[in-house]
């Protein structure tokens, strides 16, 4: 405990000596055009709660909408038209969920269309902790600010009529259906229903929630949209209407329900809206908002959320580099820090995978685990640079199999969504072990490791092809677009982690089983093309074959939102071995930069973002890695709204653009290892927890003989000469200042 506290105050001392607002340095409104799926809204790091604009519905002004067309974010830069504050949002996703709960302030006569009290704004601003704009059709100001697990708005009116209004009945979620009672004046309490992420029917889970207005109204009520009848009610002047109710204030529920609370004010007075929420009760949201909120105190609020970013972005010291570059990283360890979530209440309570049980835990319990993403570099930043958190996070995807009896593959909030492929926790698990946050059920993890993938196909969650997998060596192609490349090749990434968790576990006839399964994906390398080429059920390629087929998402037999070029070099686990597939160092040089030449490149999805560092492993070729990063960060990467290639995908790009900064990135999700390339910064410091680190600070300085020095010349640690250009994590860790001699040229 002394050295956790030890720590938080050297955070709070490094931030303040290095002289810098870091949350200065965050551009909320980066990926929130050019489908990077972000929002500006406020959140905590990990925190359950959020708060979004919410402008995607409701009027032809906005360019993207939510009814009309595939839409998964609460926002849009390009949009015009807000329609209040969605609460609890997924940031970065590729399917519409959450962004519900919607706050809006109106003034003048009471209005329950979103449609007509929707407005448009102006002056928004945003940074970490606080979202503000002005609607322009009421004059309102509106301001917005979270804690871990509430919000807490504030409404400044102009003088008359003013209302305030929660809307159930819209929102992000696929699913429909709420209720709210009144508890007081100023209190209302409830429930909404959530779920079907990615069209997975039976992953619907509740939220609750608690609302409290600063100020008693003159008048309160609800509306609740009508059906549309004939014959049985055709004198029932509300149907196919939104009913106000006036003079009713129990229970009530539908699939469109609200809440309204109107007021006279004078010019200029404020109101204050607090919303607690839990996936727990309506008690349990109610203890949070009481736990974390003192009152209404929204300046307060805002101040420790700024902090509580501050501290966070504080564990990496940045000096040198552009203005925009500077906003760019930041950005990106922001946008990284937002999922997983916190899941447990104040209380520790939290439902249970897959279950109607709620249990409690001691520790942080996580939810929002985009695995097939996030695997891949996320969780190798969390376990550097926020090991804290990553045990806890392999600490509750264990807890899921003991509850569930399957590890995750996409969890939400308590529902495994099945969504993507692969057997994304095993590499996430093993790699933190081996990075050495041993302190979780290590038996029960191997357990369920084991069970994944062993177990039957018809009785597998995780691999329903296991069958074919584990007799052929290989997924054939069995329906026009079953994705079967992409299964296995994620297949032999798990089970190459498995196969080193074993031999560290003295496990030895697993840990050579699952490596000999692991090399299996040389049966896709197809000589003709030289690229990964479906398989039929007879060991035959499939015929015809187009390499480029699936690009921007067209359908292709074989493989999941991609095309061959963009899955032929995912064998990190066997860099070598695929480099002797093609014929060589040379052959194989060739053929990766095939890649770049001729833009097969996708830099918005995961199977290839790994690509520019396989370089690294042909010696005297390492400079193609150097020159790529630079020249990706440069073109996909931007201090503006389109500043994303693509869907963050829960911060997995922008940990891309983080470790591509910073020089170095764990390329192999399988081993403890990361890749150097040539650092953005002049100067770098890593602040590391000791309570897992020796070593507490990490600086790396860059030398550069010109501003054309792009190139790395040497890379000099502690003194000494490092050989190569991949280091250990133990090495990395351990090490206290990194030089990184620049030149030039590449040779």
Not at 545 to 573: A, C, I, L, R, T
Not at 736 to 744: R, S, T
Request: aromatic residues 14%.
């Amino acid at each position: 405990m002394r050295s956790g506290l030890f720590f938080i105050l050297f955070l709070v001392i490094s931030s303040n000596f290095f002289g810098q607002d870091l949350t200065g340095f965050v551009n909320p409104f980066i990926g929130t055009t050019n489908y990077g799926t972000t929002n500006p809204g406020t959140v905590l790091p990990n925190g359950m709660m959020s708060v979004a604009p919410f402008n995607v519905m409701g009027s032809d002004k906005n360019k993207f909408d939510k009814d009309k067309q595939w839409w998964s974010t609460p926002y849009s830069y390009e949009n015009k038209f807000f329609t209040g504050f969605s609460h609890v949002n997924l940031s970065g996703v590729g399917c519409p969920e959450a962004g519900s709960l919607l706050l809006m302030p109106t003034s003048g006569e009471l209005n329950v269309n979103y449609e007509e009290y929707g407005s448009g704004y102006a002056g928004e601003q945003a940074s970490p902790g606080y979202y503000t704009n002005r609607l322009t059709k009421y004059g309102i100001l509106t301001e917005v600010s979270a804690t871990t697990r509430t919000s807490i708005a504030r409404f400044t009116f102009p003088k008359g009529h003013a209302n305030i209004l929660l809307n159930l009945g819209e929102g992000l979620t696929n699913e429909s259906g709420a209720w709210m009672r009144r508890i007081s004046d100023t209190e209302i309490e409830g429930m909404k229903v959530l779920g079907t992420f990615c069209y997975n029917p039976q992953a619907v889970f509740p939220i609750y929630f608690v609302m409290r207005v600063s100020k008693p109204p003159l008048t309160a009520g609800y509306w609740k949209k009508q059906r549309e009848m004939t014959a049985e009610a055709a004198w029932d002047s509300t149907a196919g209407t939104r009913k106000i109710y006036t003079r009713y204030g129990r229970d009530i529920a539908g699939d469109d329900i609200g809440a309204y609370f109107s007021y006279d004010v004078k010019a200029g007075e404020t109101i204050e809206v607090q919303i607690g929420v839990s996936f727990v009760s309506t008690a349990n949201a109610r203890e949070n908002l009481e736990a974390e909120q003192n009152g209404f105190q929204f300046d307060k609020v805002r101040t420790a959320a700024r902090e509580s970013w501050e501290k966070e972005l504080a564990r990496v010291g940045i000096e040198g580099g552009t203005a925009d570059q500077k906003v760019v990283f930041y950005t990106a360890l922001y946008h990284a820090l937002i999922h997983p979530n916190l899941f447990n209440d104040v209380n520790g309570q939290y439902p249970a995978m897959e279950s109607d049980k709620i249990l409690t835990s001691g520790a942080g319990r996580y939810t929002v685990f985009s695995l097939w993403d996030t695997y891949r570099n996320v969780h190798q930043m969390l376990s550097l640079l926020y090991p804290e958190k990553q045990l806890d996070m392999v600490r509750s995807m264990v807890d899921m199999y003991k509850e569930s009896g399957w590890l995750p593959k996409w969890e939400l909030y308590g529902r495994e969504t099945l969504t993507m492929e692969g057997d994304p926790a095993i590499p996430v698990i093993v790699d933190s072990w081996m990075k050495g946050l041993r302190d979780f059920d290590v038996e029960t993890a191997y357990e369920a490791m084991y069970k994944s993938a062993t177990t039957k196909g018809k009785d597998n969650l995780l691999r329903p092809d296991n069958d074919d997998y584990l007799r052929l060596g290989y997924v054939p192609l069995r329906e026009k677009y079953d994705n079967s490349v992409s299964h296995a090749l994620e297949y032999y990434i798990a089970d190459n982690a498995l196969s080193k968790f074993a031999a560290a576990l003295g496990k030895k006839e697993d840990a050579v089983r699952f490596r000999a399964q692991s090399l299996n994906y040389s049966r896709y390398y197809s000589p003709e093309y030289g690229v990964f080429r479906p398989l039929l059920p007879d060991g035959t390629f499939l015929s015809p074959f187009n390499p480029k087929q699936g690009e921007n998402f067209e359908d292709v037999p074989g493989f999941h939102e991609g095309s061959s070029w963009n899955y032929s070099f995912m064998v990190p686990h066997d860099v070598p071995g695929l480099i002797k597939l093609h014929g060589g160092n040379r052959k194989f040089t060739n053929k990766l930069q095939e890649v770049f030449d001729d833009e097969h490149y996708d830099p918005t999805n995961e199977p290839n973002i790994g690509y520019p560092y396989l370089f690294s492993y042909v010696k005297g070729e390492e400079w193609r890695t150097q020159q790529l990063t630079q020249q990706l960060l440069t073109r996909y990467f931007k201090n503006s709204p389109n500043g994303l290639p693509g869907n963050d995908d829960t911060g997995t790009m922008s940990a891309w653009a983080v470790f591509s900064m910073m020089g170095f990135y764990p390329d192999n999700a399988t081993e403890p290892f990361y890749t150097f390339t040539t650092p953005i910064f002049d100067r770098i410091t890593l602040r590391l927890n000791p309570d897992y680190y020796d070593n507490k600070v990490l600086e790396m300085e860059i030398v550069r003989p010109g501003k054309n020095a792009r190139f790395i010349d040497k890379i000099v640690i502690d003194g000494k000469k490092f050989n190569g250009y991949r280091i250990s994590h133990e090495q990395l860790s351990k090490a206290q200042k990194i030089v990184f001699y620049l030149k030039e040229r590449n040779h």
